[in-house]
């Protein structure tokens, strides 16, 4: 098991916007965690990545209590995130969006960087091409050398995702990778995350829409913050307490 949500809960003042939380994922699964706004579903993110304390539970990774780690710790540990609100490098190209995070890992020292050394030029060498297969992974190459903020909002949200790989995870956590995305923006999408997975990559993926589904080996639905279903997607789609709450019972199977 890489990774286990046991009992996980955090208040916030008399809210409790994830209660009880237990979760598992194995390695080389994609997990839905699925559930309406507000759900609790970024909060999960944020308490298993170190942004937030929870009230109580653990999270343990790779065999390891990760529980109130600071966040460059777990990344560090191999955990990598994308956020709803993508931050990019906007006047930076594609490519050297993703190379900025490959920096943003400790190994690369000052002094090195400082006298341009043998070893760091190789190093440099090296991120170029592990960035550039990155992107080629995410389906970018073709637009590696466009400005961030010139792409389309589908791709940018790629361009969030080869971000997260740079720090070499083995675990990926993605936060709405499909929101606000087009018909096409949807494919492209969903085909660059099944490439990854294919490579191996483990994937956590929170979703509001349920086209995602497809994508997933299990999925987990929450509602005001607690574990209201959990299975096969098949299963899940049909579980009558998931329409009540996903739909308002509007919803025709
Ligand atoms: N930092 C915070 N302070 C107070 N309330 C928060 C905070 N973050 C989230 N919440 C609340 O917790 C609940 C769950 O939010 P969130 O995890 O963002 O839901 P989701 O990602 O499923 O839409 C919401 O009611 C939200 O308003
Ligand atoms: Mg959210």
């Known amino acids: ?22 979760m598992q994922v194995n390695k080389g699964e994609i997990v839905g965690l699925i559930g309406p706004n507000g759900a609790g579903k970024t909060t999960v993110f944020n308490l298993v990545t170190g942004f937030l304390q929870p009230t109580r539970g653990k999270v343990v990774f790779d065999g390891k209590n990760i529980t109130g780690k600071k966040p460059h710790v777990i990344a560090e540990l191999g955990i990598g995130r994308t956020f709803q609100l993508n931050p990019l490098f906007a006047d930076f190209t594609v490519l050297k969006n993703v190379v900025a995070s490959f920096h943003l ?6 002094l090195a960087t400082y006298f341009n050394t043998a070893t760091y030029r190789r190093n440099e ?12 992974l995410v389906g970018l190459d073709t637009v590696s050398d466009e400005l961030a903020k010139n792409l389309p909002h589908g791709y940018q949200k790629m361009l969030g995702m080869a971000r997260a790989l740079a720090i070499k995870p083995r675990l990926l956590l993605l936060d709405e990778p499909l929101a606000g995305m087009n018909p096409d923006e ?46 096969l997607p098949g299963e899940v789609r049909r579980n009558e307490e998931v329409i009540r709450a996903y739909f308002g019972g509007e919803y025709v199977a």
């Open 186 to 231: 949807i494919d492209f999408s969903m085909a660059a995350i099944k490439k990854t997975r294919q490579q191996g990559m483990t994937i956590v993926l929170v979703e509001h829409n349920m086209q995602i589904m497809d994508l997933c080996d299990r999925v987990v639905v929450i509602n005001f913050g607690h574990k209201i279903a959990e299975g």
């Open 125 to 136: 060498a090296y991120i170029l091409e592990q960035s550039r297969e990155i992107l080629q």
């Open 105 to 110: 890992r400790p190994k690369s020292s000052l």
């Open 1 to 22: 098991m890489l990774l286990e949500i046991d009992g996980l809960t955090k208040h916030f003042g008399g809210l409790a916007a994830v209660s009880r939380l237990d």
